[in-house]
């Protein structure tokens, strides 16, 4: 989730900037200011553009917001289907008796990050 809300966080920066460009036009357009004079484009069809520019910046904010739910749905399954594999694992190493290498740094590492629980490798030798 953090990663999410870390990726959302540039398109508010931009739907903040646009809303400042906005309102200066919009200001430089009623005062009939230096600045409105040095515009070379109708300041009207300026904020018709960014009107659009910011239509365009809420749909793409829409779409960034319905791929992360579904990154995280994605996500939340693959760590499920990942946890029942590792349960299963040990299950079988369980009744088979047999005895498992030691994850390495990577595969360690990917238990870390998906917060699986830890693998074991022991032997469970029963008495015969």
């Known amino acids: 989730l953090p990663t999410a809300v870390g990726r959302l966080l540039p398109f508010q920066k931009v739907e903040a900037?646009?809303?400042?460009?906005?309102?200066?036009?919009?200001?430089?357009?009623?005062?009939?200011?230096?600045?409105a004079s040095a515009l070379e484009e109708n300041p009207v069809k300026l904020l018709e553009n960014l009107s659009a520019t910011k239509a365009r910046h809420a749909e793409l904010v829409v779409q960034m917001?319905?791929?992360?739910?579904?990154?995280?749905?994605?996500?939340?399954?693959?760590?499920?289907?990942?946890?029942?594999?590792?349960?299963?694992?040990?299950?079988?190493?369980?009744?088979?008796?047999?005895?498992?290498?030691?994850?390495?740094?990577?595969?360690?590492e990917a238990v870390n990050v998906l917060h699986l629980p830890p693998v074991t490798t022991e032997v469970h030798n029963e008495s015969k």
Do not use: C, W
């Open 17 to 35: 900037d646009l809303e400042y460009v906005e309102k200066s036009l919009k200001k430089d357009f009623l005062s009939g200011g230096p600045e």
């Open 65 to 108: 917001e319905e791929i992360a739910t579904e990154q995280k749905r994605l996500m939340d399954s693959v760590v499920a289907h990942l946890n029942t594999y590792a349960q299963l694992a040990q299950e079988l190493q369980k009744t088979a008796d047999v005895e498992v290498p030691p994850l390495t740094a990577q595969e360690q």
